[in-house]
């Protein structure tokens, strides 16, 4: 590629992005409503907020992929989620479709589907069942990726992202961990396929433990390496294991499930 946008290039998963991922294009243009560190060699900085029609408009000029990991990340209250998740996709498919369609990995979230419990397996085509509104924003999103698919050919991979840091942090992690390497494989796949239409995907590693079937991941060549069970002994021995009645016992989406309807 000649450019690839980063939106959310501030946050975790875009400060990985902007360090790991380079090679894949001549210049990373590189956005977030947060400032960034000035731009270094094959680097642009944008500042721009998703809420701004026109801004995410000239953001999208001249890219030919965009990993779209902008946004409200957490739960918060509907009008901070409306303007990042809600109103910021339809800006940015807007633009993408006013720029020539370039290929979107869109981030999803497992909170998309969070309430399912986990004892139960499934795939993507189980049910969307958010287990918050951040959890209904991604479920928007990934209906505005099939809409603009199936209206205008926009290809989006939609992944649906477990826990991306460097080691699972948590008993619920050793199933939804997602290694930095393996993300960075994965958006290499997005990127690399001839055809990729819009698949959903679990963005997770391959785990010894797991509630979601990863077959779909093999549409775009992808097949994860690392394996949170490597971490296992030093995650039982720091965390005690939650009451069996507990979220994070209980349910997919752990602990978003507690969370309240916040009100601003």
């Known amino acids: 590629m000649k450019r690839l946008l980063i939106t959310g290039a501030a946050g975790n998963l875009g400060r ?25 060699p094959g680097e642009e900085v944008v500042n721009c907020d998703l809420a701004d029609a026109d801004a995410v408009h000239d953001l ?37 479709r006013a720029h020539g369609l370039p290929r979107i990995l ?14 139960e397996v499934i795939d993507t085509t189980a049910p969307q069942k958010p287990d918050g509104l951040y959890g209904v924003s991604k479920c928007f999103g990934e209906a505005m990726a099939s809409l603009y698919h199936s209206k205008f050919g926009q290809e989006t991979a939609l992944i649906r992202i477990g826990s991306c840091f460097e080691k699972p942090r948590d008993r619920r992690m050793l199933a939804t961990w997602l290694s930095p390497d393996d993300f960075v494989r994965l958006v290499e796949c997005v990127f690399r396929v001839p055809m990729l239409g819009c698949p959903i995907i679990w963005g997770v590693s391959d785990n010894d433990e797991g509630w979601w079937n990863t077959e779909t991941a093999r549409l775009i060549g992808w097949r994860p390496k690392d394996n949170s069970e490597t971490f296992r002994a030093e995650i039982e021995a720091a965390a005690p294991c939650p009451p069996k009645d507990a979220p994070e016992s209980v349910y997919q989406g752990g602990k978003f499930i507690a969370e309240p309807i916040y009100k601003d």
Do not use: K
């Not at 957490?74 to 910021?88: A, F, L, M, S, Y």
């Open 106 to 119: 869109y981030a999803s979230s497992n909170h998309a589907i969070g309430y399912y419990r986990q004892d």
């Open 16 to 40: 990985l992005a902007r360090a790991r991922l380079g090679h894949l294009a001549d210049v990373l243009r590189l956005s977030d409503i947060a400032d960034l560190d000035p731009a270094g």
């Open 60 to 96: 999208v000029q001249d890219c030919d992929g965009i990993l779209h990991l902008g946004g409200v990340s957490v739960e918060r209250p509907w009008d901070q989620i409306q303007r990042g998740n809600i109103t910021g996709v339809y800006n940015l498919y807007e633009a993408a």
